[in-house]
Every structure is written in C-alpha cells, then in structure tokens.
C-alpha cells in the first residue's frame, strides 16, 4: 500500500500588516524524509499517519512540510507562494505515482491573494495530479471551508480539542479511514453544512459551554457504527475570505444521507448557541480590576487572557497593570526587536534600566510604555515544553530580556511574539511561577491546557487589537451578508 503525505498548513489573519511571503516560510520547509524525521515521536498529524502507516503495512511517500514561520501571524499569501508549494505538492505527489490515496495535513485558514478558497484549490490540483484514487484531509479546528473542499476530498477531517491537544489522534483517524477504504472496507460519504456563525477563537474551547454542548453532540453521533467521524471547526475569524465561520463535517461509511441528517443536526444546534460564541467580554480595565478582586480573596493565580494581540507588542494590559499597581504578574514577551536588541547591545544583567516598550505594530496595538526595572536576563534560551500541548518540543527562542519592574512585576521583551501555553518559557528566563498573582497571556485558549491546572481563573480580556473578541470592531469586505453577528443582515 502507497500513500502520498504532504502538510501546507497556515493560519492566515488577514488584519496583520505584513504579507507571507516565500521568503519568510521556505527556511521552515520540510522536504522528503526529513518531513517525517522532524515530527516522529511528536503528537502530530503526520505522526498519526506515520503510526498507522507502520501497523498497518503501508509505506508512505514524503513530499513537503509547510508551514507557520515561527513569530507571530502574517497576512495574505502572495499568489506566488500558494502557487509554488501547491505546485510542488502536486508534481511531488504526481512522481510519487502510483500511490494508491493521498493525505494531506492542512489547516484550514490559510488566505491567497486571488485564491478565494485555497485549500479545495489544492486538494483540486492533487486531484488533477493524481487522478481517481481516495484523497483525505486533517484540517485545524480554525478552519474556514465550505463544500469546495468536501466535494474535492473524499473525506476530511477536524480536530476535536480546543486546545488542541489531538492532533496525532485525528491524523490516526484520516489515515485508518484511508487504509481502510483502499481495503475496500470502507466507503467514505461526507457531508457538510454551515450554520452560518463566526465567532472570536477565544469564545471556542471545547470543553466549557457552548461548544461543550456542540462537540458532545457529535461525541453521541458517533456512537452509531455506520457514522466513522463528525467534526466541527467553529473556523478563524481573523481571515476576511468568503468561506469563513463554521463547518460542520460528517463522515459515515457509505451513507450519504445519515451523514446529512447529522451535520443538519448538529448545525442546528450550534446556531441555538450562537449568542454564547459573541458575548461581551471585560476591556484591560475591568480585566485588571477583576483579576485583582480574585487575588485579594485568595483566588490566585489568575491568567488574564489578552487574546486580541496578534502581533506581540499590544500594551493595553500591560498600562492597566502599571497603572492599578498590580504586582507579583509575568509578562512572557511584550515584541520589540528594537528594544530587545537595545538592551542587549548596551547593557547587561543588573543594570537599571527606563525605556519604552511595545506599541510599535499596528494602529491597534496601544502606545509605546515607558517602564523602569533591573535587567535580570539577557539571551536567547532553549528549553522543552512541558504542557499537554507540543510536550517534549524542543523551542528555541529569539532574543529575549527580562526586566524585573519591582514588586516581582516581570516583563520580559522579546524579538519576537512569544507566548507561554505552559510554564516552561516563564522559568527558562528566571521567573519564579510560584510566586505570581497573575500571569499575562497573549492568547486565547491554547494555555488552558496547562494553565487551568495551575491557575483558579482565567479571565479572557478583550483589548482593542487586530484578534478583537468583538468581531464588530473589524472591518470585513469578503465574508457573507447573512452570517451572524457581523453580517449585514444583523448590522442594524
Ligand atoms: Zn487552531
């Protein structure tokens, strides 16, 4: 059994200023073998394919990894750089022949200038380069797609978690459902449907409501033998293109109208949701304010969840923080290569230091802060994660320095966006995690992995910000006139 692998995925915010080029992916690219050496052992799609590959007798055909740079989000995809790794997928796939089906680990969200719906784009030149054999898809639980996608792959499948903590299962799950239909055991039947719902990435964990509610529906769904797989990606809305918001995807084996009944199903269900998925959350102020109510009765530590931050260098949290005299709080990176670079060229750990941080990348980002602290590190550490996410991925930092404000407030200046989804960036530059009231994240869910263990509350925050929970402070011109809460349809 032969079957062609290839990976392109991207989560494309098309409100972020600079463009993704191929310049900035290529230094990241995994090509041939080295794409499987790179993930083997690591809790991936491709790593789920390589296990069931290898129980079941199938040799897999590597041709490319593409993927995020490391630092932060980009904007639209130059034409270009769609066009050169799809075509490289395609021919690699195409020499590669015969193959008897095709995996490909997307994402979902990626956005091409003059490519409205990419990845059926892709799946569609596979498809041309390959001919008549079974195509299957992974996709992120960000996804934006609609039926291009489902009627160019025979099946496609969803993560499940939010945080994404099943990437390795549900590459198990296409790649069995691939060796099983070339057995001739299976015959995939899919069917999609759109409630016609976008929602901020920070109101989609999928363990509290409302998606609880949704992904335990599709939990009871699969419970019927002929039903292989239901999947819903409530979909990125930071990606102004047409097929944004969610999709929800049934995969039986041979019957097309279960599989309709269920996606209609489930569809309906998450529109009786759709008020929980845009409800107002606090600003900086309240954040801070509320945060520092928990800590006085004991409640602590909290993670403030600053999740509109899309570029790193948002101060709006970080003056609410100075300004109400909160202390015993870690920053894990406010991005300011120019600062960082500073620091490190003209001073040294123990030095006192004033200077202006952050606020530099987008109109949305808040203004450059003055802060005065003790340098208390300066370089660019390695260390391995150790929550449920990418546990055992070794990480190798930019330039980072860490100021120690005073009163255990420690900002750490990054050259680039730099999150923390578990404690190991924090003590891999000096702080003690123990000790903080409050930990400040730039993200929305994907911590919660860790962190909920740690941490009592977790207060998500909706700063001003190119990733706003608001999904009404952003100005789209391609999504769909009737999709809720920001078509115009409810713009009244
Ligand atoms: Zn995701």
Not at 51 to 65: Q, R
Not at 220 to 233: F, G, K, L, M, N
Not at 438 to 467: E, Q, T, Y
């Amino acid at each position: 059994m032969r079957i062609g692998v290839a990976e392109f995925s991207h989560e494309t915010c098309t409100f972020c200023p600079d463009p993704t080029t191929i310049a900035l992916l290529e230094p990241h690219v995994k090509r041939g073998q080295a794409m499987l050496d790179k993930v083997r052992g690591i809790p991936t799609y491709v790593n789920g394919f390589m296990k069931v590959a290898e129980s079941a007798g199938a040799e897999l055909f590597p041709v490319i990894s593409v993927g995020m740079a490391p630092g932060g989000f980009t904007s639209w995809f130059e034409t270009e750089c769609f066009d050169k790794y799809a075509e490289e997928i395609a021919q690699g796939l195409k020499q590669s022949l015969p193959l008897d089906g095709v995996l490909l680990a997307l994402h979902g969200a990626m956005a091409v200038s003059n490519v409205p719906k990419p990845e059926a784009e892709l799946v569609r030149r596979v498809r041309t380069a390959v001919g008549d054999i079974p195509i299957m898809v992974t996709l992120d639980l960000h996804a934006n797609e609609d039926h291009e996608l489902t009627d160019a792959a025979d099946a496609v499948f969803i993560l499940k978690t939010y945080p994404h903590v099943d990437s390795e299962e549900i590459g198990m799950t296409a790649a069995h459902c691939m060796v099983e239909t070339i057995r001739g055991n299976f015959r995939p039947a899919q069917a999609l449907k759109k409630p016609g719902i976008m929602s901020a990435s920070i109101y989609q964990a999928s363990a509290y409501h409302p998606m609880k509610l949704v992904y335990d529906r599709c939990r009871q769904w699969e419970e019927r033998d002929e039903v292989y797989c239901v999947s819903v990606a409530p979909g990125f809305a930071y990606a102004d293109v047409p097929d944004v918001g969610m999709s929800v995807i049934a995969v039986t084996n041979g019957d097309k109208a279960l599989a309709e009944e269920i996606v209609q199903d489930v569809s309906d269900l998450a529109w009786s949701l759709r008020e929980a998925l845009s409800a107002p959350l606090p600003d900086p102020k309240e954040a801070v304010s509320l945060a520092r109510q928990h800590i006085a009765r004991g409640e602590c530590p909290v993670v403030l969840a600053d999740g509109s931050d899309r570029t790193g260098d948002s101060t709006h949290v970080l003056k609410e923080l100075l300004a109400q005299g909160a202390t015993n709080w870690a920053i894990p990176g406010i991005a300011d290569p120019k600062a960082a670079h500073f620091l490190a060229e003209n001073h040294k750990v123990g030095d006192t230091v004033t200077l202006s941080v952050g606020g530099w990348a987008s109109e949305h980002s808040g203004q450059p802060t003055e802060v005065s602290g003790t340098i208390e590190f300066i370089g660019k550490p390695s260390f391995t994660l150790v929550g449920p996410m990418g546990k055992g991925s070794k990480i190798q930092d930019g330039l980072v320095v860490r100021l120690n404000l005073g009163d255990n407030r420690q900002l750490v200046v990054s050259e680039r966006m730099r999150g923390a989804n578990d404690s190991a960036p924090l003590t891999a530059v000096g702080v003690d995690v123990p000790s903080l009231d409050i930990v400040i994240l730039k993200d929305r869910v994907h911590h919660r992995a860790f962190w909920d263990s740690v941490a009592p509350v977790d207060i998500r925050v909706d700063s001003p910000g190119i990733g706003v929970a608001d999904l009404t402070k952003l100005h789209f011109d391609n999504v769909p006139q009737d999709i809720y809460p920001i078509g115009k349809k409810w713009r009244t």
